[in-house]
């Protein structure tokens, strides 16, 4: 909490109440408390984080990067569609079973392939990609 002055640390938010702090290797798939892989979230984040609509990378050390489900950079313009479609593939893949980071990798290589911009065919591609 003191690195992110008791503040949430996504890029241009001031946020200062309910600020959590998040492990990036969640506990229940074997992460650990590594303080270079925790960082302090508010609660509108930390619930983005979770949802697969935010995508955090990186460490402490070397700096955190910040990206939308849809793999747009954090604060460059977004395409709701696509930004909806890969939030909702993360939920489906979620849903079937995959621990979240599985799920986000799946989602991931999908958006770096060029997305289908409907639900079925983006959870196609992810399975082919499982």
């Known amino acids: 909490m003191r690195r992110h002055h008791k503040r949430c640390a ?7 109440v309910f600020v959590d702090l998040h492990h990036l290797d969640p506990l229940s798939e074997g992460g650990s408390h590594d303080p270079d892989r925790i960082i302090a979230l508010c609660g509108a984040h930390h ?16 700096g955190f990067s910040f990206r939308h ?10 395409n709701p569609p696509a930004l909806d479609v890969a939030q909702q593939a993360f939920s489906a893949l979620t849903t ?14 999908v958006v770096h392939a060029g997305p289908p ?5 983006f ?3 992810a399975l ?3």
């Open 128 to 130: 082919r990609c499982a």
């Open 96 to 109: 079937m079973g995959f621990r979240a980071t599985e799920a986000r990798a799946l989602v991931d290589a």
């Open 10 to 16: 996504v890029p241009g938010c001031q946020n200062h």
């Open 47 to 62: 619930r983005a984080t979770h949802a697969g609509a935010l995508c955090i990378d990186g460490t402490a050390r070397r």
């Open 123 to 125: 959870v196609h591609a």
């Open 117 to 121: 911009d409907q639900l079925a065919p």
């Open 69 to 78: 489900a849809d793999g747009t950079p954090y604060g460059l313009g977004l």
